[in-house]
């Protein structure tokens, strides 16, 4: 169900803004933004899924009023169970498209980037000789490739602001490290929600 989702908003949000983007009228957009974020991500690779709050940075580039890259850095401590301590940084760069006026924005973004889990351990939640959680396998194991898929809607209160709502499915690529003969890729929902200025 999370893939076929994310495949279907992809195709609708592309089309909506291939075809639409050139029936507005041109918009005076500043070129960069700068803005900062509150971020929740529900990870599934965990049973159950455990849900973490943190925070984030973001640099746009605005190509045109429909075309943007940016590049996005988020950070989420959290504490996961029993011995472990573990926290999750993310880095996205990617491009932005859609539609936009002088109030408000609709896009649709795609961005590759990583995934890094980092952690500490204390005996007897991760001792090799026991079956250990997955938890144990990906804290401070390889960085993990990543993709972040979705929509973004923006308002711009004035000229020189913007308050940035992002949804969409930010995909973790584990490879051997969960001993799956192909690999396994987790879908996680993530909600960032920020304020952000323009120059």
């Known amino acids: ?14 089309l909506l803004s291939i075809m639409s983007v050139h029936a507005l009228a041109q918009v005076d957009t500043p070129k960069v933004e700068v803005g900062v974020h509150f971020a929740f991500n529900r990870l599934r690779i965990f049973d159950p899924a455990t849900n973490d709050i943190g925070v984030g940075g973001r640099l746009t ?22 011995g472990l301590s573990s926290s999750q940084s993310q880095g996205f760069i990617g491009v932005k498209t859609g539609l936009r006026s ?29 079956p250990q959680p997955i938890v144990c396998k990906i804290a401070g194991g390889p960085t993990q490739f990543a993709f972040d898929i979705g929509g973004v809607f923006e308002l711009y209160p004035i000229r020189r602001t913007v308050v940035r709502f992002d949804v969409g499915d930010t995909m973790i690529r584990f490879g051997s490290i969960l001993e799956a003969p192909d690999g396994y890729t987790a879908h996680n929902l993530q909600f960032n929600i920020g304020i952000g200025f323009r120059f």
């Open 61 to 82: 580039f605005n190509i045109n009023d429909a075309i943007a890259v940016e590049g996005e850095y988020n950070y989420f401590p959290r504490e996961a169970f029993g």
């Open 102 to 130: 002088e109030t408000a924005g609709i896009f649709f973004k795609m961005r590759p980037g990583f995934a890094k889990f980092s952690g500490t351990t204390t005996p007897p939640l991760c001792t090799p000789a026991l």
């Open 1 to 14: 169900m999370p893939i076929r989702f994310s495949r279907i908003f992809a195709v609708c949000m592309f």
